[in-house]
């Protein structure tokens, strides 16, 4: 797409917001065929974000896909690098890919991530200052490191995710979880988060650097290799190696 | 109950201490039909804290209850608050309840509890503080904003508890660990528990605010109006809303 | 052994470096029969840890026992204390022993301990400080006031270790886990490594005074004489003693 078509294209909406009550929202990611987010992608959550900071009823937010076999994968390897790095800083003054974590992690509801298909790591969000304080050192080095794919029931045992369940019960769980935090006191909500948050949330500080390194890190030769050699065999297409992203990443420096 | 009665009637005895050996103290909640607790609890439990925090020679407190089917339930809502309120605040400077808790963390002693039945978070006394540096952040945003009954064997997934056993299978399992933790050298004991407190106790200026919201939000007509309904229900009293607090808690806001 | 035959002895080697590939290396302990660790141990460690730390294109190290029913048991009890504490401070300032274990920690490759076999907690080397971060406070108190064993199947419950294998599984596993580092780039890794560091590991300050604590309860006679006890039992002998500590350790002080 060259720069002219993409600067005047209508940008696609990605990501839907539905007010199921005043008090319960959910926010479904719908980008197909693979819920690649990218710098479009960033606006259309943080008028989310900002809205759950702001609204003076919502309680509690599920954030789920649409899209079979994806939850929210990675992050667009197509979409120029200057497209991400131009956006101005959010209100934390991190970059805008973190700083919306950070906020979402912060506002006064609780937010369920309803995960059906694959999620990614959002290297520069975040996860080396969270991982290692929500399952422990080791096994966050493992995460991080080992970069591969981890299936539900890992997940759940290393407390990466609060539960994992057959996928039959996933929306009976997250709607009874959702609709019971709803019928709670919107104060005693935001209270118990804010005093949460102090004892479990990373500092700022400890985010911002990840930006940059992680930014680096892509531009880096040695990283951009790798993207083109994943990109000949499949990258950012559906099929096996989108499916299978973690074996792949594992082939390409034998 | 008047207070002129109150005022003037013996306290009822609650928490009644066994020196099992030297070494080796239970410590026994019998207030039946609920082990409810409140204001007349606490210097019955402030006294044995302070007995386990100067004594020369208990290495261990295992913690039980005497009433079937109740650990230590939640607070006693029928007291009055002022009697709650007027109690002076302890050693550590934090009002009673969560200065005892803190006391015992602290105290040169291990102390398990040994759990058969049902137990309650202790708003105030530092679970916002303490669960997310035990489970991690996002299994204890889900017990403290879900608010739920956990089972046991949940609660070993989460790390809330360290085990679940067999109902069969806990007193040996408490017995065996007490008599051999007993056996421990008390200096070694101590000192390990002191270091160990430096890496995971979070410090009293996270827990002192919490009571202050807690005891506001208590107060709130919201609050107050959901104490009303679960009273008409059969809150603090024998029955189904004691036994399955967690579904009807769910209910009121519906 | 007298001193004299001990200056001049032949240190025998019990650590030994294997280089799979330049980027994936083994540190195999075999100092039969039962890989106890003491002062000669600590040059040889110290060395291969150096090595880590500088060496170029190092990536990932496992670090496995020779010696069949031993990982890395307990310090040497019978090696003098003036051998241990006359040694000079690491780089970090720290003493040699915990000196290397917070480097190591440090080191910008990623080390992957293949446990078959008993392995001990190493006090001094930061236990209290580094436990508690992993595992919760709970767990991590009756794990250090317990002092018994600890089976694989509650280790990975617990999240002392990241995973709890079959024995047929576990090479192939960690196999597969190291050539697939060893594949990565090396500054992706230090860097990823490093901040997960600034998030999860305790700082020197913390682990310093356990070392002296350590020694100081060793030397106290109420250790001295568990110690002899132990030894008249078997202890530092290949056979029941060493094979089940847990149990042994349990039953001195009855």
């Not at 304080?133 to 991080?144: F, I, Q, S, Y």
């Not at 539900?152 to 995710?161: F, K, R, T």
Request: aromatic share 8%; with cysteine.
């Amino acid at each position: 797409m060259s720069e002219q078509i993409r600067a005047t294209a209508e940008v696609t909406k990605q990501v839907y917001l539905a007010r199921r009550s005043d008090h319960y929202w959910r926010v479904t990611i719908d980008h197909p065929p693979l819920n690649i987010f990218g710098p479009d992608t960033i606006p259309q959550l943080n008028e989310i974000i900002t809205a759950l900071e702001t609204d003076k009823h919502v309680k509690v937010v599920v954030f789920d896909s649409a899209v079979q076999g994806f939850f929210l994968t990675h992050y667009d390897f197509l979409a120029r690098l200057e497209d991400t790095t131009r956006l101005p800083p959010g209100p934390t003054g991190l970059q805008p890919l973190p700083d919306m974590l950070v906020r979402l992690s912060r506002a006064p509801v609780v937010s369920i991530a309803s995960i059906r298909g694959r999620a990614g790591v959002v290297p520069g969000g975040g996860p080396m200052a969270r991982l290692p304080r929500l399952m422990g050192r080791g096994r966050a080095l493992e995460v991080l490191l080992g970069a591969d794919d981890i299936p539900g029931d890992l997940a759940e045992l290393y407390g990466y995710v609060n539960r994992s369940l057959p996928d039959s019960d996933l929306d009976a769980f997250v709607e009874s979880l959702a609709t019971r935090i709803a019928s709670f006191d919107k104060q005693a909500i935001s209270e118990t988060k804010r005093f949460a948050d102090v004892a479990s949330l990373p500092p700022d500080f400890e985010i911002a650097p990840e930006w940059d390194v992680c930014l680096a890190s892509i531009a880096r030769p040695a990283a951009q290799e790798r993207i083109r050699m994943l990109m000949e065999r499949g990258f950012h297409r559906p099929g096996d190696v989108e499916d299978r992203l973690g074996y792949y990443v594992g082939q390409l420096g034998r």
